[in-house]
Every structure is written in C-alpha cells, then in structure tokens.
C-alpha cells in the first residue's frame, strides 16, 4: 500500500490519495526478481524497517532481511555504496546499495566475489601465458645480441687490465658501440692525465725528499693508519734508527710507552677533522740515546674529501727542557733568596702591572695574598721633597739609586724609604721596571739623632753654642730688613763652682736643667735658648725690642733668683740701621 496527503493551492490539506500492488504477481516485482548479475548474482528491494519487498525467486516476499548482516544493517541507517560482504549462501559478495528517493526502500545488488573478479583472473592467466612464450623467444635471442655487442668490452677490460699490471705502454683501441667508444676514449683521456699528474708527483716527491734531507729537524711521512712511509736523516739521528728500520712501523710505537695512548687519542681526533694537531712527548728511544723529549707537530695530508696520510714534524728539545730545568732551578733559588730579603724587590711592566713581587715589597704595597696583575701605581704614591713620582716620571728617568722618598699605599702606611729603580728591555712593548725598596726610617732617625746631638747640649736639651752662633749670624744678617731691633741676652751665672765642690757634679747638672726649663718657659717659641758652656747662657729675641726685653728679664728675674743666688745678666740690643 502506498498513501500520500492532498493539499490544495493555500496549503490546506483535501484528502488522501492511495494505491495497492500484488507483489507476488505484480509483473514489475516479478522483472526486477528475474535480474540475473552474472551467473548467481541477484536483486533485492528491502524497505528502512528491514522487509524484503523484493527477493530471488523462490523466497516468499516481505520476509525481514538478514539482521546480522552489517550492510543491510548499514543501508537501513542510510548508507549507499558497495562493501563486500556475506550472501545468503555465506559466500563473499560483492554488494551494491542505492537508495530510492521516493520510498523508503533500498535496493541491493549482490555479485559473489568469485563471479565479479573472473575476468581479471582470465586475463592475468592469460598474460602469465604469453609472457612466458615471449620469454622463450626473446631471452636467448636478447642473449646472443648482447654477447655479441660486449664483445668489444671484453676486449677493452683486458686491455685496460694490461695497462694498469704494465704490460701495454700506449692506448686502449677504441671499437664496438657508441658507449663503448666513449668509455675507451675517456680510458685513454684519464691515463693521460694520470701519467702527467704522476709525473708532477714525482718532480715534487723528489724534491720534498731533497727539502727533507737537508732538514735539521725531523720530518716523518705516514699514511692513513699511521704507518710510516719516510722518514729524514734528522730523524733518523734522533730515534736512532735508519729509514729501512723504521719503514712499515707504527708511528705511535715511537713514542713512549707511558704516554702512548693518551697521545694516540689526541692523534685520531685531530685526523678526524683534519686538523693540526700539537703536543710536547718522550720518545721511546734505544737506552744508549738516553731520554729524548720532543715537540711535535702533525698534519693531514688529503683533499677535502678524502684523507691520504699524515706529515710529522719532530724537533729534539731535551737539550731546552734540560736549560729550561736550569733556569727554573735558578729561579725559585732567585725567588728564595728574595723571599727572605728585607728590602722589597719588585717588578712592574709598562702598564704599571706588578709581575712580581717579593714578601717585603707586599709589606710596603698593602697587598695580603696573590699579587699578580695589581696595578702599582694606583695603590701607592711616592713623594720627595720636590714633587710626586707618577708611572711616566719613573719610565722617563734614567736608573735610579738612592732616592730618598716617602712610600704611602692604598691602606694609609706611610714608610720613609730608599728606593733603587732599573730599567728591563727599556724602550721596547715588553719594558720592565725593577724596583729596590729599603726601609730608610731608621737611618732617618740616626741622621736626626746625629743633627740634633750635633746641635743641642745634652745637658740641658738646650741649643749648644754652634747652633746659637748659627741662629746669631742669621739674626744678624735679617737685621736691616727688620723695623723692631732684636736682643741678646747673656747669661752667666755666679759662684757655681762651690755649688758643684760642696753638692757634687749632680747637684749642679740638676741646678743648670732646672735652670734650662726656667728660661725655656719665659721666652717666646720662637725666640733661641743656648747652653753656651758651663754656667753661661745665651738668648737671642728676634724683633723683641730693647725696652720689651729689659720687662721680660726684670720680670723673671724673681723666677730666677730662686733657683739660684747671685747672677749677672747682660741685654744688648743687636745693631739696627736705625742706630
């Protein structure tokens, strides 16, 4: 049965219209159950609720399609297209689904698998066939045509072979096809150039071999694996063995035994990037040679991409290490010494950089610890009398002995010192400055001990009478520029004699210090008190004028008188231009 709505021209519904089929005698039904597809292949309709409107002859119709069958499955969910699957007899099919747009039925054509891929398998036979029949044919045919276009190659490999064993000095003959032609002529182009190339190899071979015999260091030739091909006399003389000896040997088996494999890793590594590679070894000499150390330097021999072998050279240093050994010696002998020295001792270059400095100098410097590349100059300032000494005023002077300077570092110490400076290479980029520091404080304070011993009485700390006549000539000579004349005083005093006699001589020297400190405290700083000698004194009061010294020496009189009983004081006014 089939039924549809009626609805007129506004959409309003009018009425059903219907129809009805027979579908086992409907004659439409019965030509689409008569398709045939291939020889066993078959037709259905099947409605979406999985009813067989339409099936082979001989099934009843409106049966319920095979549930476990995933395409008819699949179809009543909508899908259209071709899977294979299972027929009602369980044989693989090929099964087509197309769904009609009127109804909601589908309609599946099923092709067993065998029926559909027939002509496929006929034709594959068949061509598995034919080609075996051409096989026949063509392969020995093929086979003698062939034999008989490389026959001229044959001839050209045993030619070719000659020419590389020796036995034919002039070209290949070229014949045959067009290929063969070709490889014959480009045969005879390459051993062209390769007797031109061997023939320049062999110009520079021998005269690298006249190069390395004249050598004085040693020069070795190796190839890849590092077997020796060449070596020189020079290194012939420092391993001492001949070229003969050493030919065919392992380069590595000449170095010593200790150090062999660490030098043998360092040596593939630089082969491998084709690099230079540098090192400092023993040798593994004969006894009777002693131990021979050696600087080495090896590189690669090869084009970009390709490595052909390794040249060595070797130079003897065991003489150097041994003078190196001696001036190492030397120097920590040097380094000891100046370690122990109380004067500084130390080493600046150009820049002002200290490059070496011994305890004492680091004393003077302020520096605890490591010295290395302190600048100097910049922690330390040196001063004499007339200026201060900068880096250019040390490189621009000539050697230095004995300048008397004041040191002051980066901490704030101050050191009176002697200093001695010497010139290194002078002028040139690696200049050295040497400087010789000594404590100079305590010949300082000898040399003031001295002056002052020279110019005071030790009696009384008072001036002695060459100072007083020093003062005196100079008072005197500043006279005429003064407008207040200055004064001499004398001092002397009466019956010490019995003081000394009746008290003893420490008595008196207590009398003449007691004295001393008296006329210390009534004169001015700058006025000059002097012990002239024994019980006699001098004082000189510069622009004092001749009243103002009378108040000063009437005034202390009373001062005096106690320490002691009679004294005879003298005030004279020196000359002025004034009268």
Same mark, same amino acid.
């Not at 023939?199 to 050598?215: D, G, P, Q, Y």
């Not at 190839?223 to 050493?246: C, K, S, W």
């Not at 305590?442 to 009478?465: F, G, I």
């Not at 006549?469 to 004349?485: C, F, M, N, W, Y």
């Given at each position: 049965?089939?039924?549809?709505? =009626? ?35 078959? #037709? ?9 409107? =339409? ?15 995933? @395409? ?14 299972? +027929? ?34 006929? =034709?594959?036979? /068949? ?7 051409? @096989?026949?044919? #063509? ?17 050209? &490999? ?73 070596? +020189?006399?020079?290194?012939? +003389?420092?391993?001492? *063995?001949?070229?003969?000896?050493? %030919? ?12 062999? %494999? ?9 082969? $491998? ?45 065991? $003489? ?20 122990? !020295?109380?004067?500084?001792? !130390? ?10 400095? +011994? ?69 040139? *980029? ?19 001990? !001295? ?21 005196? #000539? ?43 400190? !008296? ?5 001015? /700083? ?11 004194? &001098? ?24 320490? #002691? ?15």
């Amino acid at each position: 049965m089939v039924a549809a709505p =009626i609805f007129d021209h506004k959409g309003r519904f009018i009425g059903m219209i219907g129809g009805a089929m027979t579908l086992q005698s409907g004659r439409l039904m019965k030509d689409i159950a008569r398709v045939r597809i291939g020889h066993t292949g078959y #037709v259905r309709v099947i409605t979406r609720d999985g009813i067989t409107v =339409i099936s082979s002859p001989g099934e009843a119709p409106l049966k319920m399609a095979d549930p476990d069958n995933p @395409v008819f499955r699949d179809a009543m969910s909508g899908f259209q297209g071709t899977r294979l699957g299972r +027929n009602g007899d369980g044989k693989t099919s090929v099964m087509s689904v197309q769904q009609l747009a009127q109804v909601p039925w589908f309609v599946v054509a099923v092709w067993p698998e065998r029926e559909a891929f027939a002509p496929i398998t006929r =034709i594959a036979d /068949s061509f598995v066939w034919i080609l075996l029949a051409v @096989v026949a044919v #063509v392969v020995p045919l093929a086979l003698w045509l062939f034999r008989r276009l490389m026959a001229p190659l044959k001839t050209l &490999g045993r030619q070719i072979q000659e020419s590389h064993l020796g036995d034919r000095s002039g070209p290949v003959d070229i014949a045959g096809g067009l290929e063969i032609r070709q490889v014959a002529e480009t045969f005879n182009r390459v051993m062209d150039e390769r007797d031109d190339v061997l023939s320049h190899l062999a110009e520079r071979e021998a005269f690298f071999r006249s190069l390395t015999r004249s050598a004085p260091i040693g020069i070795v030739q190796t190839d890849v694996l590092g077997r020796i091909e060449f070596v +020189n006399p020079a290194y012939e +003389n420092i391993m001492g *063995h001949t070229q003969e000896e050493l %030919a065919g040997t392992y380069i590595m088996e000449t170095v010593h035994p200790d150090t062999r %494999a660490q030098i043998l890793d360092g040596w593939r590594v630089a082969l $491998h990037h084709q690099s230079i590679y540098r090192t400092r070894l023993r040798l593994d000499t004969p006894t009777r040679l002693g131990e021979v150390w050696a600087d080495v330097m090896s590189a690669v021999i090869g084009t970009p991409d390709k490595t052909l072998g390794t040249i060595t050279v070797v130079q003897d240093i065991t $003489h150097e290490l041994e003078v190196e050994d001696a001036l190492r010696q030397e120097q920590q002998r040097a380094e000891s010494i100046l370690g122990v !020295l109380q004067e500084g001792v !130390l080493m600046v270059d150009v820049n002002g950089v200290i490059r070496y400095a +011994n305890l004492a100098a680091c004393r003077f410097l302020g520096i605890e610890g490591d010295w290395s590349d302190h600048p100097f100059f910049q922690n330390i300032t040196v001063e004499t009398e007339d200026r201060v000494w900068s880096r250019e005023d040390f490189l621009a002077s000539e050697e230095l002995d004995s300048l008397y300077c004041t040191l002051r570092n980066s901490e704030g110490e101050v050191f009176d010192i002697d200093l001695t400076m010497l010139h290194i290479r002078q002028g040139l *980029h690696n200049e050295r400055m040497v400087f010789v520091l000594r404590d100079d404080s305590t010949r300082r304070r000898e040399e003031e001990r !001295l002056s002052w011993e020279a110019t005071h009485d030790s009696l009384t700390q008072l001036l002695n009478r060459r100072a007083f006549t020093s003062s005196l #000539v100079k008072i005197l000579g500043e006279a005429g520029r003064q407008d207040v004349p200055s004064v001499l005083m004398l001092i002397d005093l009466d019956h010490f004699k019995p003081v000394n006699d009746q008290g003893g001589h420490l008595v008196g020297d207590d009398l003449l210090r007691r004295l001393a400190e !008296l006329f210390k405290d009534a004169v001015r /700083s700058s006025d000059t008190v002097a012990r002239l000698g024994g019980d006699e004194f &001098g004082i000189i009061l510069p622009a004092c004028g001749l009243t103002r010294a009378e108040a000063l020496a009437e005034k202390s009189g009373h001062r005096w008188s106690r320490s #002691v009983s009679n004294r005879t004081v003298g005030v004279m006014a020196l000359p002025h231009p004034s009268g």
